[in-house]
């Protein structure tokens, strides 16, 4: 298995661990983001605090459980490859302040470009999030930033019925070639949680789902990206108390291909290693889910109890 799991870190602050060897230095430049983001976005402590708070009942509802966070280096650039669960931005935010709190990096993340509307845009900017464009991702690179990309996109948190925890990565190589050019490291990191809270009622390509699709024609959103209808405890939007898991594997060092003749050919490679990696990854959080009494709220709750 890729991730030498030291432990897992529950939120208790325990767990700290040195970080990877850096792989490359970042190169001394003044590259400009799309958008007007800012280079070096400072959100302050009370920003982080009041983002929190706002992840508190979510935190609270599912407890989650966070492996192997010592892989991501303390510092300089590297590149975290995670797969979108259901939806695609319910468990990711648990995730962020944890990776802060815990090795001290502000990640930056990559955004549809769906969401790049005023007032989101603006927000997202605040926390270092931005357009998701591969001139941004090497320029966040060359500064030596943490940059976390969805190599799945949209199309992997629009799940249809039968694609629970699905990799679709098919023709998806522009990480790795980005990963080459930088000469940094890759960090592969699994999440899961959100797939169980919900079922799936009718996909987003269900002819019930019709309506929907023409809304999104007329919005300029791809009809392939219309949403499901989901339900979760009982038959509402509410997702069931299930525990979300994430885990974090070894770095990956991208220099066998650094040298490589065909860039095509060697993106291709080495994005095959990192979903390997990354799949590994996920079976290690299947392992840990079922076997973990504390992942549902009943099992918690009896854990809780004195007796």
């Not at 949680?193 to 789902?209: E, K, L, R």
């Not at 770095?251 to 390997?276: F, H």
């Not at 079976?283 to 809780?304: K, M």
Request: net charge negative; with cysteine.
């Amino acid at each position: 298995m890729s991730n030498d799991h030291q432990g897992n870190n529950d939120g208790t602050g325990n767990g700290v661990a040195v970080g990877a060897p850096v792989l490359s230095d970042p190169v001394l430049s003044d590259p400009v983001l799309s958008d007007g983001a800012p280079l070096s976005p400072a959100p302050s402590a009370g920003d982080i605090r009041a983002f929190e708070a706002v992840l508190a009942p979510l935190r609270a509802w599912t407890s989650p459980k966070f492996y192997g966070l010592e892989n991501i280096p303390a510092q300089g650039p590297v590149l975290i490859v995670a797969n979108h669960n259901l939806l695609g931005a319910i468990d990711a935010p648990l995730l962020l302040p944890e990776i802060l709190r815990v090795r001290g990096r502000l990640v930056r993340g990559l955004a549809e470009h769906v969401l790049m509307v005023p007032g989101v845009r603006d927000f997202l900017h605040h926390f270092g999030v931005v357009r998701g464009t591969r001139s941004n991702c090497l320029a966040l690179l060359e500064r030596g930033e943490a940059v976390v990309v969805f190599p799945g996109g949209g199309r992997e948190a629009i799940r249809r019925a039968g694609e629970k925890y699905e990799l679709k990565w098919e023709g998806r190589t522009g990480f790795a070639r980005m990963a080459i050019q930088a000469g940094v490291p890759i960090v592969p990191l699994a999440m899961i949680g959100i797939d169980d809270a919900y079922d799936i009622v009718f996909d987003g390509q269900h002819p019930v789902m019709s309506p929907l699709r023409w809304t999104c024609r007329l919005l300029g959103i791809n009809p392939e990206l219309s949403p499901p209808l989901v339900k979760g405890v009982g038959p509402t939007p509410l997702p069931r108390p299930e525990r979300f898991y994430f885990s974090a594997g070894a770095p990956i060092d991208p220099t066998p291909w650094l040298e490589a003749d065909d860039l095509d050919g060697a993106s291709a490679d080495l994005r095959d290693v990192v979903r390997k990696g990354l799949e590994e990854e996920l079976q290690f959080l299947f392992n840990e889910r079922d076997r973990d009494r504390g992942r549902t709220l009943v099992g918690r709750l009896r854990d809780a109890l004195p007796w």
